[in-house]
């Protein structure tokens, strides 16, 4: 439902600046950084609002990749803890059936001498 509110807010907001580009039409002069020239208004506008989106959706894209880098690292170092920790019940699980494997022997010892 969120992603509609978006998609839905997005095409109104787009056509707001087409009536809005379409309502000026006249031709302007365009001051460049290496000279002037005339264009549409209409021209002047869309490509203003077609820059803006391009730099915020490179902007939000870096930062997307970043998160899913940071994201990806994250899971890595959780499984290696899991690992670890799994690793380390593992060890101490084997220790003690160890114990009590020792503990048997040495009762049976002691119940054998006690029987001579």
Avoid: C, W
């Avoid at 109104?12 to 006249?26: G, K, R, S, Y």
Wanted: glycine fraction near 6%.
């Amino acid at each position: 439902m969120k992603g509609q509110t978006y998609i839905i807010l997005a095409l109104i907001f787009a056509l707001l600046i087409a009536v809005f580009a379409v309502i000026n039409v006249d031709p302007v002069e365009v001051n460049y950084l290496f000279g002037t020239g005339e264009a549409p208004l209409i021209l002047v506008i869309i490509g203003s609002v077609l820059m803006g989106v391009l730099i915020t959706a490179s902007a939000g894209a870096v930062r997307f990749f970043r998160l899913q880098r940071e994201n990806r690292s994250l899971k890595n170092q959780l499984e290696k803890k899991t690992n670890e920790q799994a690793s380390s019940n593992e060890f101490s699980d084997a220790q003690e059936q160890e114990a009590e494997k020792a503990e048997d022997v040495s009762e049976s010892k002691h119940s054998d001498t006690d029987v001579k």
